[in-house]
């Protein structure tokens, strides 16, 4: 993990790119993965599978029983725990649905706006080394809420054919009745373009490597919506000298370990703290069982040194994390002046893992300095929102003059028109 210490601002931006890979032929050969999806359906998932997940699968759809199996061979322990996961992702996500309210702008004109939610929508939740069940927490949850008909749900199958029994229990607790072995970038096809078995959605959320980022990116262009784009996840930690090193190497390894591609990044105030993180980090490294996908994060990882806490902030804001951890004095002060991250974490006693698991907040995240301009996934994310207007006589009344005046000014004559027939209806029955 690289040391810079005081760097120019001037610097800043080099200093805060992401890793980079090059996607050009990436993306052509997700392109091919999509065309043959929906060329070909079920036919072409079936050899996916065995070409890029090593197994032959006959049938896509999980059954009931595979389900079954899968909740029994789970403890009471994880069921409890993923239970109160979800009890608390319920409870902070139940208050993010608003009524519906009635403004009237002028006498006799009155508008509101109603929340519907997306019909149908695809959830892909990754498998192989760490299969993500708290993602359909974080998603089906949320699209629970909202109101969405139908959920579908896409993951790979193991070697065995087989789907991770986390992942099915989860799925089933959640409500979600439609799971599908496909993975990668063919299952974003799949759900993007409907196969003989696989409904086709209007939009499409969950993490993914680089390829179903790109099928993801991809199928965006055929007019079917995704979540937000995404990338390798990434924390940033705050950190002065009331931080714990302990607990701050923690939370950057818990990040590191994701992925080789994954980046952290520690700014402080105190070259003190820098130093002990660092030694932290390398001494709880080694007894990970992850320790090879951290150690090749790190090496994308910086820690920086600045000498106040206001350029610590312009910093962070400029750098826009996928997760922050604000561990210094005044964190509460200091997180009101933070305008980009996906989601904040406050004080000695929030890791970021909490927030990945059970304390009620969403997962989802944008990733790659994206959080400048997306939130993370919400309610809102699983609805649309229709305008209404209704006026009455006195209210055309009151508006139409301007509206005629306004089309003829950018020489719409028919917009005026539309008006006026009315107005001079009005004015021949009065």
């Given amino acids: 993990m690289q040391i810079i210490k005081h760097p120019k601002k001037s610097e800043w ?25 929906k ?45 109160l996961a979800k009890q608390n992702i319920e409870t902070f996500h139940r208050k993010q649905v608003t009524a ?32 993500l069940f708290s993602t359909i927490l974080m998603l089906s949850v949320p699209a629970k809420i ?8 896409c993951t790979p199958p193991s070697k065995d054919g087989k789907i ?42 969950g993490p993914g490597n680089q390829y179903v980022t790109a099928a993801k990116q991809l199928v965006q262009k055929d007019g079917v919506a995704i979540d937000m784009p995404a990338g390798p996840s990434e924390v940033c930690v705050m950190a002065d000298d009331t931080a714990n090193p302990a607990f701050v190497a923690s939370d950057l390894l818990s990040q590191a370990e994701h992925g080789v591609d994954s980046q952290v990044l520690l700014v402080s105030t105190s070259e003190q703290m820098i130093d002990a993180v660092l030694k932290e980090t390398a001494a ?19 820690a920086i040194l600045l000498p106040t806490v206001a350029e610590m902030i312009e910093l962070v804001n400029e750098y826009a994390a996928e997760h922050l951890i604000i561990s210094c004095n005044d964190e509460e002060a200091i997180a009101e002046q933070i305008i980009n991250a996906g989601s904040i974490f406050l004080g000695n ?20 300095g994206y959080a400048k301009a997306y939130s993370g996934v919400s309610v809102d ?39 006026r027939k009315r107005t001079q209806d009005i004015e021949d029955r009065s």
């Avoid at 706006?113 to 299969?131: D, F, H, M, Q, S």
């Avoid at 699983?382 to 003059?401: P, W, Y």
């Fill in 13 to 37: 931006n080099r200093l805060l790119k992401r890793p980079a890979m090059d996607s050009t032929s990436l993306e052509a050969s997700v392109a091919n993965i999509l065309h043959e999806v």
């Fill in 349 to 368: 006693y929030s890791p970021e893992s909490v927030g990945d698991y059970a304390s009620g907040t969403n997962h989802t995240l944008p990733t790659n």
């Fill in 284 to 302: 709880q490294l080694e007894a990970l069982p992850r320790k090879e996908f951290a150690a090749k994060a790190l090496e994308n990882s910086k």
């Fill in 39 to 83: 060329a070909s359906g079920d036919e072409a998932l079936k050899r996916f599978a065995t070409i890029f997940d090593k197994v032959s699968v006959t049938e896509l759809q999980v059954t009931k029983e595979e389900i079954a199996v899968a909740e029994a061979s789970l403890s009471k322990e994880l069921k409890e725990a993923i239970a």
């Fill in 381 to 419: 994310s699983f609805v649309k929102k229709i305008t209404f207007q209704k006026l009455s006589k006195e209210g055309l009344q009151h508006i139409g003059k301007d509206v005629e005046l306004m089309a003829e000014a950018e020489g719409l004559q028919a917009h005026a028109e539309a008006v």
């Fill in 164 to 205: 991770n029994a986390a992942i099915l229990y989860t799925a089933q607790l959640a409500g979600i009745t439609k799971i599908f072995k496909v993975g990668g970038a063919q299952a974003i096809g799949a759900m993007a373009y409907g196969t003989q078995t696989v409904p086709q959605v209007y939009k499409i959320f």
């Fill in 100 to 131: 519906v309210e009635k403004i009237e702008t002028m006498p006799g004109v009155l508008c509101w706006r109603k929340t519907v939610a997306i019909e149908k929508v695809g959830l892909y939740i990754p498998g192989g080394t760490a299969p």
């Fill in 146 to 153: 909202a109101g969405c008909k139908e959920i579908v749900l």
